[in-house]
């Protein structure tokens, strides 16, 4: 059974920074899986904030871009997404996305506070 579990939120001040990780078990991490982070603030809707396709190209949320950096280290089976110079409008619960042979996965999400 493929299981995700975030860790690595917290509260922090506004200009600091977070290392979230998403270690997946159940299956093995491989380079041509999709994996990502969403989040989701209160009241609103999940959204997309990094991933890494199965050609390993990375992308951001254009809001995130140069703030966060996406990683994967498949001997750990890990993803992670370390975010830097964190604003308030970042808060939000975070969740880790993966996604192989067709079915979808997700973590129980961890939560980001950023204080100004």
Same mark, same amino acid.
């Given at each position: 059974?493929?299981?995700?579990?975030?860790s690595g939120g917290?509260?922090?001040?506004?200009?600091?920074?977070?290392?979230?990780?998403?270690?997946?078990?159940? *299956?093995? %991490?491989?380079?041509?899986?999709y994996s990502g982070?969403?989040? =989701?603030?209160?009241?609103? #809707?999940? /959204?997309?904030? @990094?991933?890494?396709?199965?050609?390993?190209?990375?992308?951001?949320?254009?809001?995130?871009?140069?703030?966060? *950096?996406? %990683?994967?280290?498949?001997?750990?089976?890990?993803?992670?997404? =370390?975010?830097?110079?964190? #604003?308030? /409008?970042?808060? @939000?619960?975070?969740?880790?996305?993966?996604?192989?042979?067709?079915?979808?996965?997700?973590?129980?999400?961890?939560?980001?506070?950023?204080?100004?």
């Amino acid at each position: 059974q493929v299981q995700l579990v975030e860790s690595g939120g917290g509260l922090v001040q506004a200009g600091g920074s977070l290392n979230l990780s998403c270690e997946i078990s159940g *299956t093995t %991490l491989t380079n041509n899986d999709y994996s990502g982070w969403f989040r =989701q603030a209160p009241g609103k #809707q999940r /959204e997309w904030v @990094a991933s890494m396709n199965s050609r390993g190209f990375i992308d951001y949320r254009g809001s995130v871009v140069g703030r966060f *950096t996406f %990683l994967r280290d498949s001997a750990l089976n890990t993803v992670y997404l =370390q975010m830097n110079d964190l #604003q308030p /409008e970042d808060t @939000a619960v975070y969740f880790c996305q993966y996604v192989k042979w067709g079915r979808t996965y997700w973590g129980q999400g961890t939560q980001v506070t950023v204080s100004s």
